[in-house]
């Protein structure tokens, strides 16, 4: 088929082609259209008009050219041929050579350099190059020289229907609300066309609806999508697939096309009312649920969703609109019902509820279709149960006199069991708000007693808790405070508000206040307090002093002569007897100090003693006791410092007679034996007399303060050593200045005035043969065994 097209061109353009040759040159400045040959005129007949034609003529090229044209998509067994190129220079006799460069020359085009026919070579596509730019050039054939300058010309691939229209953006989604009214625009779709879109019909599309009817339409020019039907339920189906086709050529037939989907989903509107899932609930509540408990749920179903469907529940009508109320659960658009009081089973055993669910939002566009609500009826049974005693008063306030004898009734506090079987209520007093025990109260009638007395300057409210305990179920339990309020009574007597003590200067005048009194009275009249004030009897023609109440239920004392003088008489007391306003009133006497002064003449006290007329003049007492007190600060001072000088000064070896404890030195050199006696004087170990002092290594004295122990008086000869030992023990306990722990005292005193001597053999100087051990024999019993130990030693070295 395009090679048969190809030649059908050929066939009518040849003809032209002829006839343009042959036209003069000045034919050339007209449009050329659609020529494929491209000529010029002879220079001859250029050269063969007139002057005039010259001057006015532009001077023109030996050729022109034009556009040439060729078909994309061309396969044939033979290269195509595109146009031909020539020249009048060109006699025929072959002289002249075509040549042709630029796009595609030489690999696309090809050109017959004797006949100037250039033909295409290879298939075109004008969806990849729509034009090709060449330049074309007439040379000798035998010199290759230039006859002519070189000229461009272009080559157009012209189209062919070879591409389908495509939706680039395919597959589509839109969104139309629900009930539009015929002809709501939904969306718009586009498709392209890569053939050319102004060379014939190739590009030219038309759009039409392939599945989808009669639900929408389609613009066939515009492809603007439209509902061809009024009033789309959602509810009814939701969702829609609209097959689309894009085809060109205008649609006829022959023409190339292409398709896409579009998913329309219909958006809700509220165009359906809630409507409640039945028209009777029915709930059960026990009657001590806890307030604000939810009883049950109630819901309105709505065929639309989202905000559409949120619906809103109130309670209209009926006898428990008092004790419940409702709520709406926007998650679950449920209507939950709560107890707002509490319920009482014997008083009243059920209630019954109309509810109503409206649509939150409404579309007035919908209004005609009634009205966005539903009502429904809920009945509420009470159920009953075990309750604890219910007193007659949330809390009780009483009051008693604080003078109020015992065991006397202080009031009541009732309770009762609301349950139909009316348990007996037992009455008793929470002791932690009773730790005193104040207070007792009846088990049965609740009344409250006084159990001790009771003081209202010491607390004026007690604040207990009574429990009332169901006697059939000690599980129920009820608590009520009860204050109790103290009542004031006049037990106690005004006295002075605090200790006064009154100075009279010696230079004051007759009437002179000295001292100002209030009084103060532990209880509260309840008019207030009115002192009286009085002198006693005794005392009312007081020579030195009188009393004057003051408006500000004070009193004040004034002096009635002068001259007073501390010498005479330093202190004066003045009894005063105060009296309250109670029923019956009481009264106390209180005494009034006052000290005669010595003042100066502005009246400020400087002495009240009388020792100030002895003092050195310029000197008073306090001057005179601070002096003392640093001298004797001073001495002390220097008692500690001499006292602390002589402890430090002491040797730690001291001197002491009749100390006779045993001090062990070591020595790191051995000594020569028995008969050494250079190195130490063993005789100190046996008889403290034999020198003049013994002197044992001393501890550190400790710091404290200690009676010094008497000086041991000689003990005399024939003294027991078992005795000796002890005393010596009892003074190494008793001594302060031993050491804190446990020691060894060792002595070596073997005692005075024994017949036997020192039984020691450090200071013998005989040997044992020379010795006689039979008087061990005479000592008693204690030393009858080491005579027959040393009777048998000699005994034995006689043997």
């Given at each position: ?24 040159p ?29 001057i ?6 030996g ?59 290879k ?21 290759n ?16 229907n ?16 629900e ?94 009312p ?14 001590d ?14 065929q639309?969703i ?18 419940f109320?409702?709520?709406s ?31 939150v939002h409404t ?102 808790t ?12 009820s ?78 004392i ?35 100090t ?151 005292q ?39 065994r ?13 043997t």
């Amino acid at each position: 088929m395009p090679e048969r097209l190809a030649e059908m061109l050929l066939d009518l353009w040849t003809p032209l082609i002829i006839l343009w040759i042959t036209l003069p040159p000045c034919i050339y400045m007209a449009p050329m259209n659609q020529s494929q040959v491209l000529m010029s005129g002879s220079p001859l007949e250029l050269n063969s008009l007139s002057e005039e034609q010259r001057i006015l003529s532009r001077s023109k090229r030996g050729w022109v050219w034009n556009q040439m044209f060729v078909l994309e998509e061309f396969s044939g067994p033979e290269p195509i041929l595109v146009g031909r190129l020539h020249t009048d220079l060109d006699p025929g006799s072959k002289k002249i050579k075509y040549i042709l460069s630029g796009d595609g020359a030489g690999t696309i085009f090809q050109i017959n350099d004797i006949t100037g026919d250039i033909h295409a070579i290879k298939r075109l596509d004008r969806e990849e190059k729509a034009e090709y730019t060449l330049t074309a050039q007439a040379v000798d054939w035998e010199t290759n020289k230039p006859l002519e300058p070189p000229s461009e010309f272009i080559i157009k691939v012209q189209d062919i229907n070879d591409n389908a229209p495509e939706f680039l953006n395919g597959p589509y989604h839109a969104t139309v609300p629900e009930m539009s009214i015929l002809g709501t625009s939904v969306t718009n779709v586009t498709a392209t066309d890569a053939d050319d879109p102004v060379y014939g019909n190739s590009a030219k599309l038309v759009y039409s609806i392939l599945e989808g009817q009669p639900y929408f339409s389609i613009e066939p020019e515009t492809a603007i999508i439209k509902t061809a039907l009024p009033n789309m339920d959602r509810e009814a189906k939701e969702e829609y697939l609209v097959v689309i086709q894009a085809k060109d050529m205008g649609g006829h037939s022959g023409g190339l096309s292409g398709t896409t989907t579009l998913t329309v989903t219909l958006s809700d509107v509220n165009d359906n009312p809630p409507k409640f899932a039945q028209s009777l609930y029915h709930f059960s509540v026990p009657e001590d649920v806890i307030l604000g408990t939810a009883i049950g749920r109630v819901k309105a179903n709505d065929q639309d969703i989202g905000e559409n469907a949120q619906s809103s529940y109130d309670i209209i009508d009926g006898d428990g609109t008092a004790l419940f109320e409702i709520t709406s659960d926007a998650q679950a658009q449920d209507g939950i019902i709560r107890l707002r009081k509490p319920l009482d089973f014997e008083t009243k055993k059920s209630y019954t509820l109309k509810l109503e669910a409206a649509n939150v939002h409404t579309d007035p566009r919908f209004s005609s279709r009634g009205p966005f609500k539903d009502t429904a009826t809920v009945k509420i049974v009470v159920e009953d149960a075990d309750e604890p005693p219910v007193f007659s008063s949330p809390t009780y306030l009483l009051e008693v006199h604080e003078n109020a004898a015992l065991n006397s009734v202080i009031g009541q506090v009732t309770a009762r069991d609301p349950d139909i079987t009316a348990s007996p209520i037992r009455f008793s007093i929470d002791r932690h708000t009773d730790l005193e025990r104040q207070f007792n109260i009846n088990a049965d009638d609740g009344k409250l007693t006084l159990a001790t007395p009771l003081d209202r300057e010491l607390s004026v409210w007690h604040n207990i808790t009574i429990i009332a305990t169901e006697i059939r179920n000690h599980s129920q339990i009820s608590r009520v405070p009860v204050a109790i309020k103290v009542l004031d009574v006049n037990d106690n007597a005004p006295e002075f508000a605090s200790e006064y003590e009154a100075f009279l200067c010696e230079n004051g005048k007759p009437g002179q206040v000295i001292q100002t009194v209030s009084a103060m009275d532990k209880d509260e009249p309840k008019n207030g307090h009115y002192f009286l004030y009085s002198l006693l009897p005794e005392m009312v023609n007081n020579p030195n002093f009188t009393i004057k109440k003051n408006e500000d239920n004070s009193l004040s004392i004034l002096a009635k002569h002068n001259g007073f003088n501390r010498q005479k008489q330093e202190v004066y007391l003045l009894p005063i007897i105060i009296s309250d306003s109670g029923n019956p009133p009481l009264s106390s006497t209180s005494t009034l100090t006052i000290r005669v002064c010595g003042c100066s003449n502005d009246g400020v006290v400087q002495s009240c003693n009388v020792e100030a007329y002895v003092l050195p003049i310029g000197l008073s007492m306090g001057a005179l006791i601070a002096i003392l007190a640093c001298i004797i600060l001073l001495l002390v001072i220097v008692v500690l410092f001499v006292t602390l000088r002589r402890h430090k000064n002491e040797p730690l070896i001291i001197k002491d007679d009749e100390d006779v404890r045993e001090n062990i030195i070591r020595y790191d050199d051995e000594g020569g034996g028995e008969e050494d006696t250079e190195a130490f004087d063993i005789a100190t170990l046996q008889n403290p007399d034999g020198i003049n002092g013994f002197l044992p290594r001393k501890d550190i004295k400790p710091d404290l303060q200690f009676m010094p122990r008497q000086g041991l008086a000689p003990v005399p000869n024939g003294v027991d050593v078992d005795e000796f030992i002890n005393v010596r023990l009892h003074e190494a306990d008793n001594d302060p200045t031993a050491p804190p722990y446990d020691s060894i005292q060792i002595y070596g005193y073997e005692g005075r005035g024994s017949v036997a001597g020192s039984l020691s053999s450090l200071e013998s100087t005989t040997s044992d043969s020379d010795q006689n051990f039979d008087y061990l024999s005479d000592w008693g019993p204690r030393f009858k065994r080491l005579g027959e130990l040393y009777s048998v030693g000699e005994s034995d070295k006689e043997t």
